[in-house]
């Protein structure tokens, strides 16, 4: 990938906590949301979601 940037008039260097502060971030983003979806469904009554099916 080094040798393909540097073909390009402007350059920037590729460090691995880049790659690693972009996985956490995703990690931390699918964490939310099943924490949010579980949460949600913890707190709802059950009776009427089988009532509703």
Same mark, same amino acid.
């Given at each position: ?11 920037? %260097?590729? @460090? #691995?906590?880049l790659?690693?502060? *972009?996985?956490?971030f995703? +990690?931390?983003?699918?964490?939310? %949301?099943? @924490? #949010?979806?579980?949460?949600?469904? *913890?707190?709802?009554?059950? +009776? ?6």
């Amino acid at each position: 990938m080094s040798q393909w940037l540097e073909g390009f008039a402007y350059r920037t %260097t590729l @460090s #691995g906590w880049l790659f690693a502060g *972009a996985g956490l971030f995703a +990690v931390l983003v699918a964490l939310l %949301t099943v @924490s #949010g979806q579980g949460i949600k469904a *913890a707190l709802s009554n059950p +009776v009427k979601t089988l009532r509703s099916e």
